[in-house]
């Protein structure tokens, strides 16, 4: 059983082809980057990913769940942080948790439970009663990685989740991360920045909707990843 | 089972929260319907003769006569509003928080809409107190009457605004269907005049007016108000709703609808 399998994917925004046969597989509880220039196609794939739309050509399965065929069981078992923020800036950080719990089924004494163990995680709990609007841009990320852990999903989806954080919170979430893949979480984290791939992680680099390597972040881009990374994409460009 | 319904609660309490956070929106929904109740129905009243017509069994003053319209104002404004905001959402990323819950699409839009459609009710009832307090009361079983009245109608116009917003990408665009939506459907209805007052003008007015759904939602609170059921008013409601409603549903699908179209 795979943790993320996608086969054979395409997709088209009109005449324009955002995604290209793009086949990916990520094992249980590794983290994988999906790294790629602006424009490369992530959001496209995340789209799909999320089942905000469908494509007709290609699969995908989360956890084992046809996303096309089973798209409520493949939905249960993925927790997403998309790149946008999803939040209710004028509910507290605990209001936005309930909301978001009772989503998922989620509701009374337990959904309580859960929303503060989540935040706790994060170290978040201290800010459970504040408005959100109140937190700034790396507490705001931070809640809603906490909110997409709350359903216990087996897979969590990333759509480069440090967009306009400073350098210090872009690496402390990036580390938080890691550890969740390490404790069993499938992770597909998408970014066009070289510095959050860590060597020993799986790593998918894709550029103009094809996927143009795939394999151990450590072997791909040998010494230095950004050089190799720019030489890749600017190549193909 | 349990499941769905927690998700409705949820999506109505939020939305609840933010009605309740934006008060300027409450006092605009209210202040909106009572000028044109003072200010444009008084002068109006010179200028307009009302004979007895069904519901009413005697000679009416004409804010008697508009306020079952502005009720229908304030479901018409709400509807657009409650989509506007969906609009704002989805671009905001909120929509796609609910369009991802594991649940059936149709059913997360069904709970956006139900929880609109309360608050529209609520306003609307609002506005029919302040109206009484003016002087133009019904009778009290018409204030009970009203309700499932004023509930089917904010849903076909919620319905309406959540079938826009789903081939609508921005919010730019929006202000425009606004005037192209909510203009017409507000002036060639029998909201202000009735069908008659309007075929003394122009027979392809009365046409129009007797066509537009937002016309039947008006006459369903009409009648509703003073105890009686309008049928055929009910069944374009619910027809104009089913239609709205479906075509919302396809426009959210993810294989088809316009969320697959991108920005």
């Given at each position: ?17 955002a ?15 999906l790294l790629g220039p602006n424009g490369a196609g992530k959001s496209t794939l ?144 998408a970014?066009h ?12 680099v894709l550029h103009r909707g094809r ?22 994409t600017?190549?193909?460009? | ?263």
């Amino acid at each position: 059983m795979s943790g993320l399998k996608v086969t054979g994917l395409s997709h088209a925004w009109g005449a324009k082809k955002a995604l290209d046969d793009v086949s990916l597989s990520v094992e249980p509880g590794r983290f994988c980057a999906l790294l790629g220039p602006n424009g490369a196609g992530k959001s496209t794939l995340f789209g799909l990913l999320t089942g905000l739309f469908a494509s007709r050509t290609g699969r995908i399965e989360i956890a084992g769940q046809d996303m096309a065929r089973h798209p409520r069981a493949a939905l249960a078992r993925m927790g997403v942080v998309f790149q946008q923020p999803t939040i209710d800036l004028d509910l507290t950080v605990r209001r936005n948790m309930l909301y978001f719990a009772a989503l998922h089924g989620i509701t009374g004494a337990e959904a309580g439970r859960r929303a503060d163990a989540a935040l706790d995680r994060l170290g978040m709990a201290e800010r459970a009663g504040e408005v959100a609007r109140a937190l700034n841009g790396g507490h705001r990320r931070r809640m809603e990685i906490a909110r997409a852990l709350m359903h216990g999903p087996s897979v969590l989806l990333l759509d480069e989740p440090t967009v306009g954080l400073d350098a210090g919170t872009r690496r402390a979430l990036t580390d938080h991360v890691h550890g969740l893949a390490d404790e069993g979480l499938t992770v597909l984290w998408a970014t066009h920045l070289t510095d959050e791939v860590h060597p020993g992680d799986r790593l998918v680099v894709l550029h103009r909707g094809r996927v143009l390597a795939d394999g151990l972040a450590g072997e791909i881009g040998g010494a230095d990843l950004t050089e190799r990374f720019l030489e890749m994409t600017g190549a193909a460009a | 089972m349990k499941h769905a319904f927690a998700a409705l609660f949820a999506i109505a309490h939020r939305e609840a929260l933010r009605f309740l956070g934006q008060k300027g929106r409450l006092v605009a929904a209210i202040v909106r319907p009572l000028v044109w109740l003072v200010v444009f129905a008084a002068g109006f009243r010179a200028a307009l003769g009302l004979s007895i017509q069904p519901p009413y069994q005697t000679y009416i003053q004409y804010e008697t006569y508009i306020v079952p319209g502005l009720c229908g104002m304030i479901l018409l404004f709400n509807g657009m509003q409650s989509s506007l905001s969906l609009v704002y959402d989805r671009e905001m990323g909120s929509m796609r928080l609910l369009l991802t819950a594991p649940l059936p699409r149709w059913w997360l839009l069904a709970c956006k809409l139900m929880a609109g459609s309360v608050i529209s009710v609520l306003q609307a009832l609002v506005f029919l107190a302040i109206a009484a307090a003016y002087g133009v009361s019904v009778p009290w079983f018409g204030y009970l009457a009203v309700i499932p009245a004023l509930f089917v109608a904010a849903l076909m116009l919620g319905a309406l605004g959540l079938m826009l917003s789903s081939f609508i990408r921005q919010l730019e665009n929006f202000a425009g269907v606004m005037n192209f939506v909510i203009f017409p459907m507000f002036f060639l209805s029998t909201a202000l005049y009735p069908l008659w007052k309007m075929a003394e003008a122009s027979p392809l007015l009365h046409d129009i007016c007797a066509l537009n759904p937002f016309s039947h939602g008006v006459e369903l609170i009409r009648f509703a108000l003073y105890g009686q059921l309008a049928p055929v008013s009910l069944a374009v409601v619910l027809g104009a709703l089913a239609v709205f409603g479906a075509a919302a549903v396809w426009g959210y699908d993810p294989a088809r609808g316009m969320t697959a179209r991108k920005a």
